[in-house]
């Protein structure tokens, strides 16, 4: 049994590409695409679930990482591209987190829904003089 595991990993190892597809180089980087996949559609939610220390803790993580990816040898240049994504979705997050809780983001929003309840409470009104108006009329 020891001799057949030994001889399927002489086939894998002996061809460049899947060598590289069975290896930690390969499947690190992969697995841990996760995070700035998750940060990315992030950006999609409302800017009052960001955390600020994580976002700041993330930032500093994938900067780190980014500069290790390039230090090893050989370069994992698909870990520096993982860590890369991620950088760059956790800077967009901290720009949206400032935005909102330290740059008036919050109280254009408040002001927005505000502005909105007003305008459909308007309309409801419009809508209700309009109806009694017909009422009036037709009688």
Known sequence: MAALVKAINAKIRSNPVSDYVCSTHF???VSNFGIPLAAVMDTQKSPDLIS????GALCIYSATF???ALAVQP???LLFACHFVNEGAQLTQGYRYMQYNYWGGKEASVTKEAFEGVQKTAEAVEAKVESKVKQAVGK
Do not use: A, D, L
Request: without cysteine; proline residues 8%; aromatic residues 24%.
């Open 52 to 55: 600020g220390q994580m976002t």
């Open 75 to 77: 370069k994992n240049y």
């Open 66 to 68: 980014m500069r290790y």
């Open 27 to 29: 499947w690190g980087p």
